[in-house]
Nanobody, 118 residues
Framework: QVQLVESGGGLVQPGGSLRLSCAAS????????MGWYRQAPGKQRELVAS???????NYVDSVKGRFAISRDNAKNTVYLQMNSLNPGDTSVYYC????????????WGQGNQVTVSS
């Protein structure tokens, strides 16, 4: 059974940083493509960052240079380091393991609220 357990969200001031963690079980993150999504109220869920089994990383333009996705194979965990946060980053963040066709699977973390506000 696949489980993705997220942690690390919270309230941060503009310009601050947070790191989200996604601890996986039932899959091996090092041979999977993992992604971080976010969804703000009234908006569609969007892919923020992904990391392939090869280590290749992709980011949505709005977070390039500020966010970094990584993984710890020994801990079977994926991270999203978020720096220079701004109010536009306020969302619920979810991790996901992609299907072999490159699309998101039905396996989602529980969601982690990130609020950027002064």
């Amino acid at each position: 059974q696949v489980q993705l357990v997220e942690s690390g969200g919270g309230l941060v001031q503009p310009g601050g940083s947070l790191r989200l963690s996604c601890a996986a079980s039932g899959i091996i993150v090092s041979i999977s493509t993992m992604g971080w999504y976010r969804q703000a109220p009234g908006k569609q869920r969007e892919l923020v960052a992904s990391i392939a089994s090869s280590g290749a990383k992709n980011y949505v333009d709005s977070v390039k240079g500020r966010f970094a996705i990584s993984r710890d194979n020994a801990k079977n965990t994926v991270y999203l380091q978020m720096n220079s946060l701004n109010p536009g980053d306020t969302s619920v963040y979810y991790c996901n393991v992609f299907r072999v066709d490159g699309r998101p699977s039905d396996y989602w973390g529980q969601g982690n609220q990130v609020t950027v506000s002064s």
